[in-house]
């Protein structure tokens, strides 16, 4: 039951970084691409979640002991993403703001924690 409700965590906090973010600086395409690829700790409702961003546009995410696996690009000045398990395969695509050292993208922050280069 305790997994269960860990997975049900991730997939809300993938739902919800994929909406978009109301009002405020918006990033566009090339500050995406800037910020991507990297690693980034994601926070909605006090859930982390790790994820890894790699070039070439392939995604990992990490959450206690669950892994999930899929791709990112940058759409139209959005952050799309989708994940086989937690988003049962389904694109989404969200606007980012920048707030400091942090992004939103609705109810969810998430903050770069490095850059992977050549990864």
Same mark, same amino acid.
């Given at each position: 039951? +305790?997994?269960? *409700?860990?997975?049900?965590? @991730?997939?809300?906090?993938? $739902? @919800?970084?994929?909406? %978009? ?7 566009? %395409?090339?500050? #995406?691409?800037?910020?991507?690829? $990297?690693?980034?700790?994601? @926070?909605?409702?006090? &859930? &982390? ?9 392939? #995604? *990992?995410?990490? /959450?206690?002991?669950? &892994?999930?696996?899929?791709? !990112? %690009? ?6 799309? *993403? ?9 694109? +989404? ?8 050292? !942090? /992004? ?11 850059? #992977?280069?050549?990864?």
């Amino acid at each position: 039951m +305790k997994r269960l *409700i860990s997975l049900l965590a @991730v997939a809300g906090t993938m $739902g @919800v970084l994929c909406a %978009s973010p109301a009002g405020a600086d918006e990033l566009n %395409s090339r500050q #995406l691409r800037s910020l991507f690829p $990297g690693d980034f700790n994601a @926070v909605v409702q006090g &859930t &982390t979640v790790q994820f890894s961003a790699r070039r070439g546009g392939r #995604l *990992i995410g990490r /959450y206690m002991s669950s &892994t999930d696996t899929g791709h !990112w %690009s940058v759409r139209g000045g959005k952050l799309c *993403i989708v994940l086989d398990k937690w988003m049962n395969g389904k694109t +989404k695509c969200s606007t980012v703001v920048a707030e400091g050292d !942090w /992004y939103r993208a609705d109810d969810v922050r998430f903050q770069r924690t490095s850059t #992977l280069a050549g990864m």
